[in-house]
């Protein structure tokens, strides 16, 4: 036992040791210290999400099934899955080909994947120093509080689902995205039904995920799934990936795991799907599927990156930093509805919201917490706020699990995965929402003896 700890220590150590080499060359990069062009410099952050993500499976203590993995690959694969496809010359989907054209070869793009670089060698590093070396093993415990918990979450997801498919039916928006998006710039308010829509559905997945035990029923999934198919081929595929991600997370942490090659086939047949999700998405019409290359969808969720490049280029024609301004105003406007004279600015004209300055300036595009860091403290701070996520993330990889805190964790979890494709914006609402709706619903669900 202690040769093995000895060995992870010594593997964390080499990492780390590895990675703070990494960022001092490539702060050399960027600082234009080393000369490299666009096509080095895309095989340079390519290589640097691969290897990393191989480190960070090889060096966590729960491996892939980390929190800190799993948050890792779904930034990564958002942030730099089109830098990856495009160094291999792997995008065959005309269509992405053509948008891409637009943004994709321009100057402030090459910044862009610099500072994705920055951000993925940033939060790895974060993730590995507060990471522990070795992890107490889960004991599973019986007892009618994760039964009560388990229910009460599936009720949770029945009735958030049931809202959607009504809301949906009611809008006439099951037919295409296109519709979709349509309504949602028409009428702003069902944008925010929506969004605490899927957040509601996600914490039900959440709670139902960190209770299941063998012999529940698996009603609660089934039904999710079903869910997922129908908002996948509407177009949805971040409402169903992120709620999936915290969920996998949340069995990670109980060790019910499924091994590498089921894995592998699942991403597979996921990255396929996808492919023929976004050929249809907008006009609804599935008759037509020019390719089934599953790195096109890499290659089309990887274009997270453009709101990187978006930020670069309001900051070029003129933009200041907001230096945290994007982080507090959340904030801000939560304490203005209840502070008697504090001033509360509309939505649509507070320029630290900016969810809603990209959709004005851009277009229904998401955002990114690389975008959001560089926005507020430009280069460096992309740097620093990533290292702090990495740092949370391991630091709740090092918190034993157990049923309690589990669904906590989950809830908290679930509004900072969503803002991989977002911004800060919904995140303190959510997650303090998420966090008091699971304690209250421990402490009802809670009986005499009940200690998990």
């Given at each position: 036992m202690q040769f093995t700890l000895n060995n992870q220590l010594l593997g964390k150590t080499l990492a780390i040791w590895l990675l703070l080499m990494a960022l001092t060359l490539y702060l050399a990069v960027s600082s234009r210290a080393v000369e490299v062009d666009r096509d080095q410099l895309e095989w340079l952050a390519s290589a640097s999400w691969i290897t990393l993500l191989l480190v960070l499976a090889n060096t966590l203590p729960r491996g892939i099934w980390s929190i800190s993995f799993i948050f890792f690959a779904s930034l990564g694969i958002f942030h730099a899955g089109l830098i990856f496809t495009n160094s291999l010359g792997a995008i065959t989907d005309e269509d992405i080909l053509y948008h891409i054209g637009f943004w994709f070869y321009r100057d402030e793009t090459t910044l862009a994947i610099e500072l994705v670089n920055l951000a993925i060698l940033g939060f790895a590093l974060g993730t590995?120093?507060?990471?522990?070396?070795?992890?107490?093993?889960?004991k599973t415990r019986g007892g009618s509080f994760n039964q009560r918990v388990y229910h009460f979450g599936g009720l949770l997801l029945i009735a958030s689902m049931l809202g959607f498919f009504a809301l949906a039916s009611f809008t006439g928006v099951l037919g295409s995205y296109g519709a979709y998006l349509d309504l949602l710039s028409k009428v702003p308010l069902l944008g925010v039904i929506y969004a605490y829509l899927y957040f509601f559905i996600g914490l039900g997945l959440v709670m139902v995920s960190a209770t299941y035990r063998k012999g529940f029923t698996p009603l609660y999934f089934v039904l999710f799934g079903v869910w997922a198919l129908i908002a996948f081929r509407l177009g949805l595929r971040g409402e169903v990936m992120f709620p999936l991600m915290v969920s996998g997370a949340m069995f990670g942490r109980r060790n019910l795991t499924l091994s590498v090659p089921v894995i592998m086939l699942l991403l597979v047949v996921f990255l396929t799907v996808t492919t023929i999700v976004k050929n249809a998405r907008i006009s609804g019409d599935y008759t037509d599927i020019p390719t089934f290359n599953?790195?096109?969808?890499?290659?089309?969720?990887?274009?997270?990156?453009?709101?990187?490049?978006?930020?670069?280029?309001?900051?070029a024609e003129g933009d200041t930093l907001l230096y945290g301004g994007s982080y507090w105003?959340?904030?801000?406007?939560?304490?203005?509805?209840?502070?008697?004279?504090?001033a509360r600015v509309p939505a649509t004209s507070d320029p630290r919201l900016l969810n809603v300055v990209v959709a004005e300036r851009a277009g229904p595009i998401g955002f990114s917490p690389v975008a959001e860091a560089y926005a507020n403290?430009?280069?460096?701070?992309?740097?620093?706020?990533?290292?702090?996520?990495?740092?949370?993330?391991?630091?709740?990889?090092?918190?034993?699990?157990?049923?309690?805190?589990?669904?906590?964790i989950g809830a908290a979890l679930l509004p900072v995965f969503i803002m991989i494709r977002n911004s800060f914006t919904h995140v303190p609402v959510q997650v303090i929402l998420g966090v008091v709706i699971s304690l209250a619903v421990i402490f009802l669900a809670s009986g005499k003896g009940d200690r998990h």
């Open positions: 590995l120093l507060t990471s522990k070396a070795s992890l107490p093993d889960y599953p790195l096109n969808a890499v290659a089309e969720m990887g274009a997270s990156l453009r709101p990187v490049q978006e930020v670069i280029k309001w900051q105003a959340p904030f801000e406007r939560q304490i203005a509805l209840i502070v008697p004279g504090m403290f430009g280069k460096g701070g992309v740097v620093f706020i990533m290292l702090l996520l990495g740092a949370l993330m391991g630091k709740l990889d090092n918190i034993p699990p157990s049923t309690r805190k589990d669904i906590v």
